[in-house]
């Protein structure tokens, strides 16, 4: 067994139940032994462990991100629904409750679940026997692996994450990984956040509480040009139009283009949780600091295979 555990273990609800200790002592050096376990192809680590997907939005990096993690390390996906709000009984209206009551019974090891209304992942775990890993849920919206994989990819290119400097932009109300993302940064010294977005789509006053208490200094801006100079990450997010955000591109600046690029440190980098509509101009992927389409991803896979490591085999 691991020697820190996160809160709610083995359930992956939301980003405050990681600790710092455990996100530096358990977490970011486990998913260096990931990726070198993917670098030898795989092993097989979770051999008889078996995962299922249930996936109510549409998503094509966690998802796949989740199965390749379970492959990579020997265990198997044997059921999965890329839309079960259509495909799943939830179609004549079975509850989540009575789903996860039902799938339980088949004994899976893992449940991942993106749900698309409330806290699905905590209304499933209260009723599940396999440990439920949230991808993703709404109001208030948190995606806790992405924030773990954010985490992980701001360490690896910046070497450390206390003292950076970072810009959260775009659909910061509807945004459910700029929420989580700073509920763990929230547990690091020396952070500044810069929310750039407009009035409307800004920043939730629940993180902000939280990052009050935490004592994290944070401040509010439209103009992405201003901001630039300063920080160490520009974490770019699109517009959450399937719930409704229309962003008044006319209130500031905050596409990430190459003005922006001009205007950046060196040695800053540029993410994005993707998936990437038109807020980051396609010229800038190319930008050395440009991380979203490369580090990020494989970070995905590493957080995620990490995760499962650490709930499905802790002793092995
Ligand atoms: N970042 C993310 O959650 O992407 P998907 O919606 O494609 O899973």
């Known amino acids: 067994m691991s020697s820190v555990h996160f809160d709610g273990y083995p359930h992956v609800i939301c980003a405050q139940q990681f600790s710092r200790k ?85 004994r899976p090891d893992a449940i991942v679940i993106r749900y698309d209304h409330d806290i699905g992942a905590k209304f499933a775990a209260d009723v599940s026997r396999a440990p439920v890993l ?101 974490y770019q997010t699109r517009a959450q139009t399937e719930c409704g955000t229309l962003l008044d591109m006319s209130e500031g600046y905050f596409i990430v283009d190459r003005t922006i690029t001009g205007l950046m440190k060196k040695d800053a980098i540029i993410m994005h949780p993707l998936p990437r509509v038109d807020e980051i101009t396609t010229d800038v992927d190319d930008d050395k600091r440009a991380v979203y389409l490369t580090d990020q991803i494989d970070s995905g896979l590493f957080a995620r295979m990490a995760l499962l490591k650490i709930i499905l085999a802790p002793d092995a």
């Open 22 to 106: 455990w996100l530096e002592e358990e977490f970011l050096p486990l998913t260096d032994e990931m990726e070198e376990i993917f670098k030898l192809g795989g092993c097989e680590v979770l051999k008889g462990k078996r995962m299922f997907s249930f996936f109510y939005q549409p998503s094509t990096r966690t998802r796949i991100s989740f199965q390749m993690a379970m492959e990579y390390l020997g265990g198997r996906t044997v059921f999965a629904t890329e839309n079960a709000r259509e495909f799943s009984s939830a179609r004549k209206l079975e509850t989540l409750r009575d789903t996860f009551l039902v799938i339980n019974r088949y």
């Open 134 to 234: 949230n991808a993703g849920d709404r109001e208030p919206g948190q995606h806790p692996t992405q924030a773990l994989l954010d985490l992980r990819t701001i360490f690896k290119c910046r070497g450390a994450i206390d003292g950076l400097k970072i810009a959260m932009v775009g659909d910061l109300d509807k945004g459910r990984t700029v929420r989580s993302l700073s509920y763990l940064l929230g547990k690091f010294s020396g952070i500044q956040l810069y929310f750039v977005s407009p009035a409307n789509t800004g920043m939730g006053e629940d993180i902000k509480m939280y990052l009050h208490k935490h004592e994290v200094p944070f401040a509010e801006h439209t103009d992405l040009r201003v901001v630039a100079p300063e920080v160490d990450v520009i």
